[in-house]
Nanobody
Framework: QVQLVESGGGLVQPGGSLRLSCAAS????????MNWVRQAPGQGIAWIAS????????DYRPSVKGRFTISRDNAKNTLYLQMNSLRPEDTALYYC????????RGQGTQVTVSS
C-alpha cells in the first residue's frame, strides 16, 4: 500500500536549519508531483511547497520562499525539504503529501522553533 514516512524534525533555535526527508513506497514516485504541507497548533493544513516529477519545477508558499528548498531523488524514492532561517511561526507538524491539500499525506514529523 501507499506509504509516506517523514523524518528529520526536531527542536531548533530561531535562525537555525533542518532537513526533512520523506521515504515513499507503494506507488510510482517518479510519476507524481509531490508536496510538503504543515499543520501549526490549532490550525488547518497549509500547503508549503510542490515539486514536479523531474524535480526541475518548484513552487513555494510566499512565507517560505527563499528560506525553504524542496527537492527529490527519484532513484531513492525520497522527497526532501531543506529549511533555513527558521522562525517560531514555522513550528508545526510537517507532512509530505501526494496532493497540495494534505489528503494523501504521511504521519508527519514535528518541527519546533524556539529559543
Amino acid at each position: 500500500q501507499v506509504q509516506l514516512v517523514e523524518s528529520g524534525g526536531g527542536l531548533v533555535q530561531p535562525g537555525g536549519s533542518l532537513r526533512l526527508s520523506c521515504a515513499a513506497s507503494g506507488f510510482t514516485f517518479g510519476n507524481n508531483w509531490m508536496n510538503w504541507v504543515r499543520q501549526a497548533p490549532g490550525q488547518g493544513i497549509a500547503w508549503i511547497a510542490s515539486i514536479n516529477h523531474h524535480g526541475n519545477i518548484t513552487d513555494y508558499r510566499p512565507s517560505v520562499k527563499g528560506r525553504f528548498t524542496i527537492s527529490r531523488d527519484n532513484a531513492k524514492n525520497t522527497l526532501y525539504l531543506q529549511m533555513n532561517s527558521l522562525r517560531p511561526e514555522d513550528t508545526a507538524l510537517y507532512y509530505c503529501s501526494r496532493d497540495r491539500f494534505g489528503d494523501m499525506r504521511g504521519q508527519g514529523t514535528q518541527v519546533t522553533v524556539s529559543s
